[in-house]
């Protein structure tokens, strides 16, 4: 059984940066795939970022939207990923859940486990 937790999140000025932690334990080598992903107010859940590390190389995805603005990234001693999220938008402001799978992909539905989720809110 896999638990992920979130942690990183909170209020911050427009243009300002965060960095997101997704932190796994009882992790298992099925589910070498995580996911960042967000649901606004009234908006359905969508695709960040994920990574999936294979062969030593880390194969990752973003979605438009952050593209050149946000940084996946994974410390395996950790078991932990990070999402490096700079230049930030009030458009950015949600709800930022990490989840765990078997490939990289966008698409919530590719994936078994979620984390909490953790709030970011960017205000000025």
């Known amino acids: 059984q896999l638990h992920l937790v979130e942690s990183g999140g909170g209020l911050v000025r427009p243009g300002r940066s965060l960095r997101l932690s997704c932190a796994a334990s009882?992790?298992?080598?099925?589910?070498?795939?995580i996911g960042w992903f967000r649901q606004a107010p009234g908006k359905e859940r969508e695709g960040v970022s994920c990574?999936?590390?294979?062969?030593?190389?880390?194969?990752?995805d973003y979605g438009d939207s952050v593209k050149g603005r946000f940084t996946i990234s994974r410390d395996n001693a950790k078991n932990t990923v990070y999402l490096q999220m700079n230049s930030l938008k009030p458009e950015d402001t949600a709800v930022y859940y990490c989840?765990?799978?078997?490939?990289?992909?966008?698409?919530?539905?590719?994936?078994?486990?979620w984390g909490q989720g953790t709030q970011v809110t960017v205000s000025s």
């Open positions: 989840a765990a799978g078997r490939d990289c992909s966008l698409h919530l539905n590719e994936y078994d486990y």
């Open positions: 009882g992790f298992t080598l099925d589910y070498d795939a």
């Open positions: 990574i999936r590390s294979s062969g030593g190389i880390n194969y990752v």
